[in-house]
């Protein structure tokens, strides 16, 4: 309905007026973050970027303990390395984001030359190949190494997903990103929102589910699970294995759009990136 | 006239084992072809699915004719399934969001 509705509304309305009068993003943050503090009224609003340790505090004792001593803490240390090697052409990434990389509060950004998405990882890739170098793989690895050294500079930045009105196509990939989250998929006939929302706090097998409010924030994370960093579309092909249903391709527009969705859920708390997870 | 029916249907039943009895090969293409279709109309695809068709793949590359048409036959039901999804979800989804 939204692709016929939404011209019609427009051109009722007039192209001056903004996205968010037409029951758009932002009833749709206030309504989501409002859920989520009615379902969790013992969390603290700005602890819902701790995920999973933001409503269980039986394990949250543990996962404090790990980050005293972080293992992510390599993954910082790689990503410092790489981001200040000299490409061939003798520049390096600090040509793109600065001295330290503290950008992470620009990201997901829509990008209106392209009209797309551009997640830190990829415009990390695109900087790469602007100079020459080869992409790196994504997931993780050296993305996952950088994108930890540029997260851990801009921890404390606040998110604050961008949704130019001036450009509907950045409006489509928002909804596309929300259709996402509220569908279900996969044989086993999931959508995020089943479990990390209205099943959120529940256990699956051995894990409990996160809230989907604060999803945006921790990442790249090492997990104990994989025994190393990812990023948080890596997560997202997990989550959809899981349910069994065949992943998209990383940083291809349903995962970038569906990261731009979350992302903005998560708009007003803080990037406190890379993290620990079981 | 009703001889006719009878007739039809009596036909119908001795074309129909031959006509089950399809060549693996064409089997498979066709459920590969049917998962590419809902695919690029949906964008669903299961993992399951994927699976089947990998396993039907293998089948018959082995020469397994039975085994390839039981998972070609299974991701082809699939796909079935995975249409219906589609279908309900074009609408369901928007129930889930808070208001």
């Known amino acids: ?278 | 006239m009703m001889f006719k029916v009878k007739q039809w249907a009596l036909l119908s039943l001795l074309v129909a084992p031959v006509a089950m009895a399809a060549d693996p090969a064409d089997l498979v293409a066709e459920a590969e072809n049917a998962y590419q279709t809902v695919a690029s109309e949906t964008g669903y695809q299961w993992l399951t699915t994927t699976r089947a068709l990998k396993a039907a793949r293998q089948a018959l590359a082995d020469g397994q004719s039975d085994e390839a048409i039981k998972q070609a036959q299974f991701a082809l039901d699939l796909v079935e399934a995975t249409k219906l999804q589609a279908e309900i979800e074009k609408k369901a989804w928007q129930a889930r969001v808070p208001k």
């Open chain 1, 1 to 278: 309905m939204t692709k016929i509705m939404r011209p019609i509304a427009i051109g009722l309305l007039g192209l001056s007026v903004s996205a968010a009068s037409v029951a758009g993003p932002e009833e749709d943050r206030k309504a989501f973050r409002k859920f989520y503090e009615n379902r969790f009224p013992d969390t603290p609003v700005a602890d819902f970027q701790n995920g999973i340790y933001s409503i269980l505090p039986e394990a949250r004792e543990q996962w404090e303990s790990i980050e005293e001593f972080p293992p992510y803490e390599l993954a910082i240390e790689e990503g410092e390395t790489l981001y200040h090697a000299k490409f061939a052409n003798g520049k390096s990434l600090a040509d793109c984001f600065g001295d330290d990389g503290a950008v992470r509060g620009e990201y997901p950004k829509w990008d209106k030359e392209r009209g797309m998405v551009v997640t830190m990882e990829r415009a990390i890739n695109e900087c790469r190949e602007a100079n020459g170098e080869e992409p790196y793989r994504y997931y993780k690895g050296k993305i996952a190494a950088v994108s930890a050294y540029m997260s851990w500079n801009s921890r404390g930045q606040v998110v604050n997903t961008v949704i130019p009105s001036d450009d509907p196509r950045a409006m489509e990939a928002y909804e596309s990103g929300k259709e996402h989250f509220y569908t279900k998929r996969g044989q086993l006939n999931f959508a995020c929102a089943d479990c990390h929302m209205y099943s959120s706090g529940m256990w699956f097998r051995a894990d409990m589910t996160s809230p989907a409010f604060g999803h945006a924030t921790s990442w790249p994370v090492f997990r104990s699970k994989w025994q190393e960093m990812g990023t948080l579309q890596r997560r997202l092909k997990g989550c959809h294995e899981s349910i069994r249903a065949e992943p998209f391709k990383a940083q291809g527009p349903e995962y970038s759009n569906l990261e731009y969705f979350i992302s903005y859920m998560s708009n007003g708390l803080e990037f406190n990136g890379p993290s620990a997870r079981k």
